[in-house]
């Protein structure tokens, strides 16, 4: 099956809770150097497009529903005193408003994925890389 082609064929193979479907040529979430990346089809219904790498390796396991799980389940606890609460970011423990002088992340922008149950480190990582992507076009 491999061998012949570059890159390995992962379609109709599961991932968690992942089934990859068709390579992705649109290089919107991943640049090519990155490697291949794959559509892939969630039990949860979602579409993502996940690099094969990750698949392979086992850090994706799913469209982030999985950890989003867990995220809504700390957030719920904590949603009392969101503004002085500390969120985990890579590990490290900070306000929103910390994260937000930080990064450069709108505080509000912060309190809507927190509210929405979204996986903060995916979502500032996602947010991060964006911006980064963004300024590299406008510097050529
Ligand atoms: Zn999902």
Same mark, same amino acid.
């Given at each position: 099956m491999s061998g012949?082609?570059?890159y390995e064929d992962l379609a109709g193979r599961r991932f968690?809770?992942?089934?990859?479907?068709?390579?992705?040529?649109?290089?919107?979430?991943?640049p090519s150097f990155y490697g291949a990346t794959w559509v892939c089809k969630c039990d949860c219904g979602n579409i993502c497009e996940v690099l094969?790498?990750?698949? #392979?390796t086992g850090r994706t396991r799913s469209c982030g529903c +999985? /950890?989003?799980d867990n995220a809504s389940m700390v957030i719920e606890k904590?949603?009392?005193?969101?503004?002085?609460k500390k969120h985990s970011y890579h590990g490290e423990m900070m306000t929103v408003r910390e994260m937000s002088d930080r990064y450069g992340?709108?505080?509000?922008?912060?309190?809507?994925?927190?509210?929405?149950? #979204?996986?903060?480190?995916?979502?500032?990582?996602?947010? +991060? /890389?964006?911006?980064?992507?963004?300024?590299?076009?406008?510097?050529?």
């Amino acid at each position: 099956m491999s061998g012949s082609t570059h890159y390995e064929d992962l379609a109709g193979r599961r991932f968690g809770r992942l089934v990859a479907s068709h390579r992705s040529y649109s290089k919107k979430y991943y640049p090519s150097f990155y490697g291949a990346t794959w559509v892939c089809k969630c039990d949860c219904g979602n579409i993502c497009e996940v690099l094969a790498v990750n698949l #392979k390796t086992g850090r994706t396991r799913s469209c982030g529903c +999985l /950890r989003s799980d867990n995220a809504s389940m700390v957030i719920e606890k904590n949603r009392k005193t969101p503004s002085g609460k500390k969120h985990s970011y890579h590990g490290e423990m900070m306000t929103v408003r910390e994260m937000s002088d930080r990064y450069g992340v709108k505080t509000a922008t912060i309190y809507a994925w927190i509210q929405r149950g #979204k996986d903060l480190e995916t979502m500032l990582d996602s947010f +991060l /890389r964006r911006r980064e992507m963004r300024n590299e076009e406008v510097s050529i």
